[in-house]
């Protein structure tokens, strides 16, 4: 397939399946012409007739969508584990990688929905539930696309997090004598613009309750790190190792969080794609 660019996003996603269902209805003859307003013809767009229609040139569509949407699904996989947190840079750098595995599985899809136009009575089972395959990958797509976007945008709070890090450890190693003030104030520092960064950025709705809870952990960061702040302003040094342990798990928790992100939208994949494949190899001839 040649590539497109990806512009409007589920324009044709969110009629296509409803005038699919009309179409079986009214039958092949009508099919055509259906998809082809599904598709955007009738707005100064020509419709092209697919070269083919045989079922050997359906399937082998359906296989470059399936084998694009499953790399698409290995690159969210990385980011699913605790480790790829951990390192800002390398995070950042796996989350461009998916993103631009999920936007050439929207071209693949772009593509497949134009090209799988017209077939005969006999693949219409075959062909809606190769739409359906399609129709939810568009979903999918649409959503890992938001929830990216958005870790990408937290990629900078996380560069504060191993700041944060960094500070509590030398805190914890800190000889007598040592410049606790500096050190205070980096930590408030690093604590409040991990926060700030998070709070402007806007979670997804598919990410459900897990953004506020996300935001929630950051908050309690920033609050220890106010708390740690205090103790070493008020000399209570007894209190710091207690403070840093609980920093040091909650930034395990927000790490974990971001990875349970990805696992997330793994899971829903395979539950659902994985029932899709198995229709569609049912109705093969």
Do not use: C
């Amino acid at each position: 397939m040649k590539d497109q660019p990806v512009e409007g996003r589920g324009r044709k996603r969110r009629r296509v399946k409803a005038l699919v269902i009309t179409a079986s209805i009214l039958g092949t003859a009508a099919l055509a012409v259906v998809l082809a307003i599904a598709l955007g013809v009738g707005h100064g767009e020509k419709a092209e007739k697919p070269e083919g229609d045989s079922q050997e040139e359906i399937m082998e569509t359906y296989e470059e969508v399936k084998e694009q949407a499953e790399k698409a699904m290995q690159e969210m996989e990385d980011l699913s584990t605790e480790e790829a947190t951990s390192h800002p840079e390398t995070y950042e750098q796996d989350l461009q990688e998916a993103e631009e595995a999920f936007d050439e599985l929207y071209r693949e899809l772009e593509q497949a929905t134009d090209y799988t136009v017209e077939l005969g009575e006999e693949y219409m089972e075959l062909y809606d539930y190769i739409w359906d395959y399609y129709d939810y990958l568009y979903d999918l797509t649409e959503q890992a696309a938001q929830e990216i976007d958005y870790l990408l945008a937290l990629v900078p709070s996380l560069d504060q997090i191993q700041g944060l890090e960094e500070t509590v450890k030398r805190l914890e190693n800190l000889p007598k004598g040592g410049k606790l003030g500096e050190l205070s104030t980096q930590l408030t520092k690093y604590a409040q613009q991990a926060l700030s960064g998070v709070q402007s950025a806007k979670p997804p709705a598919s990410m459900g309750a897990s953004g506020e809870e996300l935001t929630a952990l950051f908050e309690e960061l920033q609050s220890l790190a106010q708390k740690t702040a205090q103790s070493l302003a008020g000399g209570n040094t007894s209190a710091i190792q207690s403070l840093a342990d609980e920093i040091t798990s909650t930034i395990a928790d927000i790490e974990g969080q971001l990875s349970s992100a990805a696992a997330s939208l793994i899971s829903s994949y395979e539950a659902v794609v994985g029932q899709l494949e198995a229709a569609i190899e049912s109705a093969l001839p």
